[in-house]
């Protein structure tokens, strides 16, 4: 890893999180006919290589043990949280049963998450390094804690929303804002990169939940 400019306007990180979000959303609308994988492997280098010509984030720093740690323990309690809740939400609400499957089923599509875990690897590490990284970062210099959390919360779902999957909107609102809530308090996208690490690989790969 390579340490970043520091002299960059904040136009680059708009620059940065505008064009990752339209790489995001036309994945997920290329979804249906191309599938998940592929799209988004290439929504990913997208966001990348965008992020680290223009971006801000220095890719050196902010590795310490606290957000290392925070972000295993943070990424297993949702792992194991989905794991109880998920059966449980599913005989209460059959609609989330539905879109669970339906959601499953897209993921599943060849060559399947396991085969697929580089991606999903490099999915994650773009998603943290554009919205608890450079958004995050442009806009705590300035809004205050719920500005903050809100709109960066907004910005990483809007493009989500593109998959037509309410439970992953559901889940990009969610995890979103706790995700945005641990990048303030450690001041490291590194720590909500390891939880959403762990919690993807867990619940897409190790043990499914559909």
């Known amino acids: 890893m390579m340490a970043k400019r ?4 904040h136009v680059s990180e708009v620059l940065v999180v505008t064009v990752g979000s339209a790489a995001v959303a036309l994945a997920w609308i290329l979804t249906p006919r191309y599938g998940p994988w592929s799209c988004q492997a290439v929504a990913s280098s997208i966001c990348l290589v965008i992020a680290f010509y223009f971006g801000s984030t220095d890719l050196t720093r902010g ?60 999915t ?13 970062t442009w806009l705590h210099k300035r809004l205050p804690l719920f500005g903050t959390v809100a709109i960066a ?27 945005t809530l641990q990048r303030l ?17 867990g619940v897409f790969v190790v043990h499914p939940l559909a």
């Open 6 to 9: 520091t002299d960059q306007s």
């Open 63 to 122: 590795w310490t043990k606290g957000a290392v740690l925070s972000g295993a323990l943070l990424g297993g309690f949702l792992a194991m949280a989905s794991w109880v809740c998920a059966p449980v939400a599913v005989q209460i609400m059959p609609d989330v049963g539905n879109n669970m499957r339906q959601l499953y089923a897209t993921l599943n599509r060849p060559p399947g998450p396991a085969r697929s875990l580089p991606i999903l690897v490099l």
């Open 124 to 136: 994650v590490v773009a998603e943290e390094l554009v919205w608890r990284g450079e958004l995050v």
């Open 153 to 179: 919360t907004l910005s990483y779902s809007i493009p989500i929303a593109a998959s037509k999957s309410p439970l992953l909107i559901a889940i990009a609102l969610c995890f979103g804002m706790l995700f």
């Open 185 to 201: 308090i450690f001041r490291t996208w590194i720590a909500p990169l390891i939880a959403h690490l762990v919690w993807a690989i």
